[in-house]
């Protein structure tokens, strides 16, 4: 499966990321603009480990919504079903260690 084109970030508009909340093993993001909107995308992942944040310079806050630079994964040898993915802010990045995420639409930034 191929995870950018299952985002389609160009044709969504997902230029933002506009709420993030991780949460036990579960971690969800929704992607879009702050420009009201019918529809985001969702982002679900379960089964999530090593979980990680750092502010890419001191004076951010890294307060949502950030600009949406990247969102990269990287197969773990020996184990075919789980990726360390990096989600990248213009303020914040993310990293953490799960299986492929369910992508779909929901009806609200507030979703999650």
Same mark, same amino acid.
């Given at each position: 499966?191929?995870?950018?084109?299952?985002?389609?970030?160009?044709?969504?508009?997902?230029? %933002?990321? =506009?709420?993030?909340?991780?949460?036990? *093993?579960?971690?969800?993001?929704?992607?879009? $603009?702050?420009?009201?909107?019918?529809?985001?995308?969702?982002?679900?992942?379960?089964?999530? &480990? +090593?979980?990680?944040?750092?502010? =890419?310079? *001191?004076? +951010? $806050?890294?307060? =949502?919504?950030?600009?949406?630079?990247?969102? *990269?994964?990287?197969?773990?040898?020996?184990?075919? +079903?789980?990726?360390?993915? %990096?989600? =990248?802010? +213009?303020?914040?990045?993310? &990293?953490?260690?799960?299986?492929?995420?369910?992508? %779909?639409?929901?009806?609200?930034?507030?979703?999650?």
């Amino acid at each position: 499966m191929n995870f950018a084109r299952s985002l389609n970030p160009v044709e969504n508009r997902l230029f %933002e990321i =506009l709420s993030l909340e991780q949460a036990g *093993d579960e971690l969800k993001l929704v992607l879009g $603009t702050s420009e009201p909107r019918l529809f985001y995308t969702c982002v679900h992942f379960r089964g999530v &480990s +090593d979980f990680t944040s750092h502010l =890419l310079v *001191d004076e +951010d $806050t890294g307060e =949502l919504p950030q600009t949406f630079s990247s969102f *990269d994964y990287k197969a773990i040898p020996g184990n075919k +079903d789980v990726y360390r993915w %990096e989600l =990248l802010g +213009d303020e914040s990045e993310w &990293s953490f260690v799960a299986p492929y995420p369910a992508v %779909e639409t929901c009806a609200s930034a507030a979703a999650i």
